[in-house]
C-alpha cells in the first residue's frame, strides 16, 4: 500500500470459508492455476520430495521426487477434493461440499481457490478498460479469511462479482477508521 495516504480501512471475514466452497468451483479455480503456472514456467514438471519440502519446477522427472505434469497435479486435486469420508456415529459419510477442515491441503486450496477469484476479477476488470477501479481494488490485501480493504468504500458491493457465491462474507468493525486486521488494532 505504499505510496497511497490510508483514509479508510474495512476488513471482512469469511465467515464459513472451507464448508461452504463448492468442490467443483474449487476444481475449476485451483486447475486454471495450475494451467497458469504450468504455461509460465516453461517446464513440464513439479517435482516435490517424498520426505521434504523441498520442490521446484523441472523440464525432466527427478529420482527421489514426486514430479507432477499439469494433468497429473489436477488428476491429485480432484482425487484430494472428490476423497474425502468422515465417521460420525459409525457412519461413514463422504464430504460433497466444502472442503474438511484440518486436511493438509486445506488452506492451501481455499487460499488458492479466492486467489484465482481475485485474479479473475482483476483480469476481467482490466479486459473491460476499468483500470481505475483495477488500481484501487490493488491495495486489498488478504490473509486466508481476512481481507483488509483500504481506501474504497462500496467494496461490500462488489463481493459476489469477486468471490464465489457460496461465501458469505462478514464485516468487522463499526467504523472505517479504528478497526480489527488480524488481531491488530489499525
Known amino acids: 500500500m505504499e505510496h497511497y495516504l490510508q483514509y479508510t480501512l474495512q476488513v471482512y471475514d469469511f465467515t464459513t470459508l472451507y464448508t461452504s466452497l463448492d468442490l467443483k468451483t474449487v476444481e475449476t479455480l485451483v486447475g486454471e492455476m495450475i494451467d497458469l503456472i504450468f504455461n509460465k514456467s516453461y517446464n513440464k514438471y513439479l517435482c516435490v520430495e517424498r520426505f521434504g519440502d523441498r520442490g521446484f519446477f523441472a523440464k525432466k522427472e527427478y529420482n527421489g521426487y514426486l514430479c507432477f505434469t499439469a494433468s497429473s497435479l489436477k488428476e491429485a486435486v480432484h482425487y484430494i477434493l472428490n476423497n474425502t469420508y468422515i465417521c460420525f456415529a459409525g457412519i461413514v459419510l463422504k464430504q460433497v461440499k466444502g472442503i474438511p477442515m484440518g486436511g493438509n491441503s ?77 488481531d491488530v488494532n489499525v
Do not use: C, H
Open 106 to 182: 486445506s488452506s492451501q486450496l481455499a487460499d488458492v481457490t479466492l486467489s484465482k477469484s481475485e485474479f479473475n476479477y482483476q483480469m476481467s476488470l482490466i479486459k473491460n478498460k476499468r483500470f481505475n477501479l483495477a488500481k484501487r481494488l490493488s491495495n486489498n490485501k488478504r490473509y486466508v479469511d481476512d481481507l483488509g480493504v483500504a481506501n474504497y468504500g462500496n467494496f461490500e458491493g462488489r463481493i459476489s462479482e469477486v468471490y464465489p457465491a457460496d461465501l458469505l462474507m462478514e464485516r468487522s468493525g463499526e467504523n472505517d477508521k479504528n478497526v480489527n486486521y488480524l
